[in-house]
T-cell receptor
Framework: SQQGEEDPQALSIQEGENATMNCSYK?????LQWYRQNSGRGLVHLIL?????REKHSGRLRVTLDTSKKSSSLLITASRAADTASYFC?????????FGAGTRLTVKP | EAQVTQNPRYLITVTGKKLTVTCSQN?????MSWYRQDPGLGLRQIYY???????DKGDVPEGYKVSRKEKRNFPLILESPSPNQTSLYFC????????????FGPGTRLLVL
């Protein structure tokens, strides 16, 4: 069964704007990760945040985690056309990993 | 180059004809996993393996088999494919026992007629 659910399902913005995607999950977790997928290709790991962390940065990416609300957000600042992709959150509680259905981000030049 | 490879990349087959999708990683990772991706459903885990000779079911194991005889290889076997197994399949690996960063293969697009 799906654990994470991303919101919105699709997001369209202009280049230079910020993009925020949200992920909600149902059960307690060890880690939450965000992945990116260009159309039909393999997923690429972006960032991992542990359950005892609240915020993490990597370049133009900022991830927050609120375990009390069972939710996470991914912020991409100063977006570029090359950021156009699908973004997935994935949660794990030990050995198996659960992915959400993803947010499709389109950045218009 | 560190990578996960899958073969074939594209496959069209008929119902009931056994097939194997190979997965190989050259990073000496202990953990390997298979996922299928369907529109609107995201990725769902089929099977995973913590190490050689250790495999376990994921969320959607029905109709699939796996084996892990060597650390680098984790083939996915469809003994009798059916049209509902038409999907995009990804193999992934990660180091250690904890589900840290997963490295994904390029995907295998399977069509079962």
């Amino acid at each position: 069964s799906q654990q994470g659910e991303e919101d919105p399902q699709a997001l369209s913005i202009q280049e230079g704007e910020n993009a925020t995607m949200n992920c909600s999950y149902k059960t307690s977790i060890n880690n939450l990760q965000w992945y990116r997928q260009n159309s039909g290709r393999g997923l690429v790991h972006l960032i991992l945040i542990r359950s005892n962390e609240r915020e993490k940065h990597s370049g133009r990416l900022r991830v927050t985690l609120d375990t009390s609300k069972k939710s996470s957000s991914l912020l991409i600042t100063a977006s570029r056309a090359a950021d156009t992709a699908s973004y997935f959150c994935a949660t794990d509680k030990g050995v198996d990993m659960r992915f959400g259905a993803g947010t499709r981000l389109t950045v218009k030049p | 180059e560190a990578q996960v490879t899958q073969n074939p990349r594209y496959l069209i087959t008929v119902t009931g004809k056994k097939l194997t999708v190979t997965c190989s990683q050259n990073m000496n990772h202990e953990y390997m996993s298979w996922y299928r991706q369907d529109p609107g459903l995201g990725l769902r885990q089929i099977y995973y393996s913590m190490n050689v000779e250790v495999t376990d079911k994921g969320d959607v194991p029905e109709g699939y088999k796996v084996s892990r005889k060597e650390k680098r290889n984790f083939p996915l076997i469809l003994e009798s494919p059916s049209p509902n197994q038409t999907s995009l399949y990804f193999c992934a690996s990660s180091p250690g026992q904890v589900r840290e960063t997963q490295y994904f293969g390029p995907g295998t697009r399977l069509l079962v007629l």
